[in-house]
Nanobody
């Protein structure tokens, strides 16, 4: 079993940066693929980025060039560095994890463990 706890959300101004953290307990995070999703009010949960156990990563086109996913296996923690934030980035951000080996990790159905979410608010 894996438990995930996100932190680092908050209120920022447009153009600011923010780094989210996802601390994992239970199975070591380097065994898992870790993903980040976000959900704005009234919208579906949207894939943001993932990083595999081999440290290969993929970032959604909507945030490519602004967001960077990374992991520190010694700390069992994943990160999402977010730069040049805009109002369109405001959402609850969730980290997720899976031990499964599959072709892609861009669907919420690809993940087995979820954090409780952290709110990111961007003022214009």
């Amino acid at each position: 079993q894996v438990q995930l706890v996100e932190s680092g959300g908050g209120l920022v101004q447009a153009g600011d940066s923010l780094t989210l953290s996802c601390a994992a307990t239970g199975r070591p995070v380097n065994w898992n693929t870790m993903g980040w999703f976000r959900q704005a009010p009234g919208k579906d949960r949207e894939f943001v980025a993932h990083i595999t156990r081999l440290n290969t990563s993929y970032t959604a086109e909507s945030v490519k060039g602004r967001f960077t996913i990374s992991r520190d296996n010694t700390k069992n923690t994943g990160y999402l560095q977010m730069n040049s934030l805009g109002p369109e980035d405001a959402a609850v951000y969730y980290c997720a994890s899976t031990n499964r080996i599959i072709l892609t990790y861009r669907s919420r159905n690809d993940y087995d463990y979820w954090g409780q979410g952290t709110q990111v608010t961007v003022s214009s």
